[in-house]
């Protein structure tokens, strides 16, 4: 069974800086394309960034120029770095680790971590 945990959330003032990790319990990782997506309260729940088997990124357009996602297939872990934070952030975010296991693309979610962005 493939595990997703997230770490790293938390309260961070307008303007700073936070870096989610998410670490997955899988043999073959790298296998795997991961994302970080978010949802705030009454929202529904969106792309923050995606990153393929081969590295290529993609970000949701509140991310651009602001956040970085990377993997680290040797320990299982996809990071985002999120700088220059805004109230409009807060949100509970959550990784996704997805599968391609040769009939269908399988997804595994994290249960989310809590970030808010607050003076």
């Known amino acids: 069974q493939v595990r997703v945990v997230e770490s790293g959330g938390g309260l961070v003032q307008p303007g700073g800086s936070l870096r989610l990790s998410c670490t997955v319990s899988a043999s073959r990782f790298r296998l795997y394309a991961m994302g970080w997506y978010r949802q705030a309260p009454g929202e529904e729940r969106e792309l923050v960034a995606r990153i393929t088997i081969d590295g290529d990124t993609r970000y949701g357009d509140p991310a651009k120029g602001r956040f970085t996602i990377s993997r680290d297939n040797a320990k299982n872990t996809v990071d985002l770095q999120m700088n220059s934070l805004e109230p409009e952030d807060t949100a509970v975010y959550s990784c996704?680790?997805?599968?391609?296991?040769?009939?269908?693309?399988?997804?595994?979610w994290g249960q989310g971590t809590q970030v808010t962005v607050s003076s």
């Open positions: 996704d680790a997805e599968e391609n296991n040769g009939d269908a693309m399988v997804d595994y």
